[in-house]
Each structure stands twice: as structure tokens, then as C-alpha cells.
């Protein structure tokens, strides 16, 4: 059975500083692309980040230079590190283990809110 927990989210103030994990178990992880996606509310769904399960990474204009994706293979865990928090980061934050279209996961969630 595939799991993608993701962990980390909550409340904070702009400037502040978040660190999004997610621990994937039941797939091969490290031959897996991941990616973090966020959805605000009334919004569409965007593409937040992506790694490669070579390591390549990949960012939306809105979050580069702010945001870091990264990967730790022994623990099968993505990382979203995410500095300069504005409120429109304002979204529920997911993650995605990608292989082939056919073979997509989400994890449930976690909600990121920006505002003092």
C-alpha cells in the first residue's frame, strides 16, 4: 500500500520560515520524480516544485529563490524548505510520487498559512 505523510505545516507570519516533509512508504523512492503542489482556495491546483529521482530540480516563478526541494533517500522522505513566507503561500501543500502517469500518488495535505 502506497503512503505519502506529509508533516510540517501550520501558522505563520510573513518573513517567517517553514519546513515541509513528506514520508513516502510502499513505492521504490528512489526511482520516483517528487514534487510538492499547493492549492489555495477558489484556486487551481499549481505546480510548487519538483525533483527528479536523479536530483534535478525544479521551481514555479512565484516561489524560486525562496523555496528549496530536496530528497533524503535513506529516510524516503521530500523536503520543501520554505523561507520568506508571504500570505499568498497562503495553500494546502501536497506531495506527489510520480512514475508514470498510471502510477501517481498524493498524500493527504498539510495546511500552510501565512499572516500576522
Known amino acids: 500500500q502506497v503512503q505519502l505523510v506529509e508533516s510540517g505545516g501550520g501558522l505563520v507570519q510573513p518573513g517567517g520560515s517553514l519546513r515541509l516533509s513528506c514520508a513516502a512508504s510502499?513505492?521504490?523512492?528512489?526511482?520516483?520524480?517528487m514534487a510538492w503542489y499547493r492549492q489555495a482556495p477558489g484556486k487551481q491546483r499549481e505546480l510548487v516544485a519538483v525533483?527528479?529521482?536523479?536530483?534535478?530540480?525544479n521551481y514555479a516563478d512565484s516561489v524560486k529563490g525562496r523555496f528549496t526541494i530536496s530528497r533524503l533517500y535513506a529516510k524516503n522522505t521530500v523536503y520543501l524548505r520554505m523561507n520568506s513566507l508571504k500570505p499568498e503561500d497562503t495553500a494546502v501543500y501536497s506531495c506527489?510520487?510520480?512514475?508514470?502517469?498510471?502510477?501517481?500518488?498524493w498524500g493527504q495535505g498539510t495546511q500552510v498559512t501565512v499572516s500576522s
Open positions: 525533483i527528479t529521482s536523479g536530483g534535478a530540480t
Open positions: 510502499g513505492i521504490s523512492f528512489s526511482i520516483y520524480d
Open positions: 506527489n510520487a510520480k512514475l508514470t502517469t498510471a502510477r501517481s500518488y
